[in-house]
């Protein structure tokens, strides 16, 4: 199975200030089909999880523009510019270019 | 607007089976791929199993293969999961997830086995 490594696990932001979460893959996440199925999950306190970003940067419906992502390859990073209080929560990376799917062990950002 | 309402949780001892069951509404249920993803109790998110639009596969994770069955009606916009032979590490919060353009999360469902 594809192994995701996010760093750091936990993430202490001050409201406004940026944060940045990796994701590095055991191996390329690049598919035959020339996409790239890494996607970031939000999870706030008590919620399931919600989809934020799909192929690597796309922003899902209602994401706010805070949220973006880049990389390719392994190696993935999610930024969250201008952070606000409702950013608070687990963040997963998450693979399916190979099965089966899997997710990063999660990051927890904190104010 | 996308809803999934996950039904069938509960207490269940080792050994037991459960079926936990998934009702989707607000688009088209035919067209897209279905998944169950769980996470036990404080712990990340593990794939347990999948099953395309039309009922192809369905796939499982090697943990859950041989003991869980995964289903879909697309008559009544469901999507089961037979979980038999049921382990106290198969404890955890069940979700159910539409892969339709997007990932969509139902609330969860709780499965506790213990004796």
């Known amino acids: 199975d594809i192994v995701l490594t996010q760093t750091p696990l936990s993430s202490p932001v001050t409201l406004g200030q940026s944060a940045s979460i990796s994701c590095k893959s055991s191996?390329?996440?690049?598919?035959?089909?020339?996409?790239?199925?890494l996607s970031w999950l939000q999870q706030r306190p008590g919620q399931p999880p919600r989809l934020l970003l799909s192929?690597?940067?796309t922003r899902f419906s209602g994401v706010p523009d805070r949220f973006s992502g880049s990389g390719a390859g392994t190696d993935f990073t999610l930024t969250i510019s201008r952070v606000e209080a409702e950013d608070v929560g687990l963040y997963y990376c998450?693979?399916?270019?190979?099965?089966?799917?899997?997710f990063g062990q999660g990051t927890k950002v904190e104010i | 607007e996308v809803q999934l309402v996950e039904s069938g949780g509960g207490l269940v001892q080792p050994g037991g089976s459960l079926r936990l069951s998934c009702s989707a509404s607000?688009?088209?249920?035919?067209?897209?791929?279905m998944y169950w993803v769980r996470q036990a109790p404080g712990k990340g998110l593990e794939y347990v199993s999948s099953?395309?639009?039309?009922?192809?596969?369905?796939y499982y994770a090697d943990s859950v293969k041989g003991r869980f069955t995964m289903s879909r009606d697309n008559s009544k916009n469901m999507v089961n999961l037979q979980m038999n032979s049921l382990r106290t590490d198969d404890t955890a919060l069940y979700y159910c997830?539409?892969?339709?353009?997007?990932?969509?999360w139902g609330q969860g469902v709780l499965v506790t086995v213990s004796s």
């Open positions: 607000g688009f088209t249920y035919s067209k897209y791929g």
């Open positions: 099953i395309t639009s039309n009922g192809g596969g369905p």
């Open positions: 191996q390329s996440l690049l598919h035959t089909d020339g996409n790239t199925y």
């Open positions: 997830v539409a892969d339709a353009s997007g990932y969509y």
């Open positions: 998450m693979q399916a270019t190979h099965f089966p799917p899997t």
């Open positions: 192929k690597v940067s």
